[in-house]
């Protein structure tokens, strides 16, 4: 395997949580997926998850290479959570062929978060 690309992203839940107040549900339906609102959803402090995601997703797009546009949706990505706990990135319609596209066969992601911040790495890797 090969390295195609790196991300890396920081975030500040207070600005995050402040964004979802001013926009509710309209913001969450914009960038997060069903699946990742239910989880967050159920977080004592969901602000929290909802910036590892955010910032996983930026991560994702820095290592594509693409940034959001016509290439990458925020909603192409999607964080998971596998059996083990461990988190993992699924593309979407025209995120996944952009990333067929670019060679990319495979993700890691590390997520981390305190009471202020949230960050994300992601590593985009090829053939």
């Known amino acids: 395997m090969k390295v195609i690309g790196l991300g890396v992203d920081i975030v500040e839940n207070r600005r995050l949580a402040d964004s979802i ?4 549900e309209a913001f969450l339906e914009r960038i997060f997926l069903q699946s990742e ?7 004592a402090k969901a602000e929290r ?3 590892a995601r955010f910032a ?3 991560a994702v797009a820095k290592a594509m290479g693409t940034g959001f546009g016509e290439e990458l949706g925020w ?11 461990a988190p993992a990135v699924v593309l979407h319609g025209v995120g996944a062929a952009t ?3 670019l060679g990319i066969v495979e993700w890691k992601i590390s997520l981390s978060h305190s009471d202020d ?3 994300a790495t992601a590593m985009a890797l090829g053939e």
């Open 21 to 24: 107040r001013r926009y509710g």
């Open 37 to 43: 609102r239910e989880y967050c959803g159920k977080m």
């Open 49 to 51: 998850c909802y910036g």
């Open 56 to 58: 996983a997703k930026e």
């Open 75 to 85: 909603r192409d990505i999607e964080i998971v959570r596998l059996g083990s706990g």
């Open 99 to 101: 990333a067929r596209r």
């Open 117 to 119: 911040y949230a960050t």
